[in-house]
């Protein structure tokens, strides 16, 4: 059974840095595309930053580029988001997901993603 599971959450002031982590269990996902989204109180889930199944490429979010970064440990099966200079629209439960694509690239799982997996996702909440 694949499980993947977020930790890192939590609540922090506007500024402030968090690092999410996603471990994978069940089946191994390095052949595969893993990425981040979310989903704020209200809206529909958008997409956040993804990296191939190598990271050796990634791709984010206009929102948040420039101040994410993921990047992944095949070894482990996880992958990570670090956010630094959170703002209070980054307030929202953040999923980890894998693309169901072989190979696929980083782009095109921010583009046309194809997501069997998501994880239940971390609530992270940034005051202002």
């Known amino acids: 059974q694949v499980q993947l599971v977020e930790s890192g959450g939590g609540l922090v002031q506007a500024g402030d840095s968090l690092r999410l982590s996603c471990a994978a269990s069940g089946r191994t996902f390095s052949s595969y595309a893993m990425g981040w989204f979310r989903q704020a109180p209200g809206k529909e889930r958008e997409f956040v930053a993804a990296i191939n199944w190598s990271g050796s490429s990634t791709y984010y979010a206009d929102s948040v580029k420039g101040r994410f970064a993921i990047s992944r440990d095949n070894a482990k099966n996880t992958v990570y988001l670090q956010m630094n200079s959170l703002k209070p629209e980054d307030t929202a439960v953040h999923f980890c997901?894998?693309?169901?694509?072989?190979?696929?690239?980083?782009?095109?799982?921010?583009?046309?993603?194809?997501?069997?997996?998501w994880g239940k996702g971390t609530l992270v909440t940034v005051s202002s």
């Open positions: 997901a894998v693309d169901g694509r072989p190979h696929t690239t980083a782009q095109a799982m921010g583009s046309v993603p194809h997501i069997p997996y």
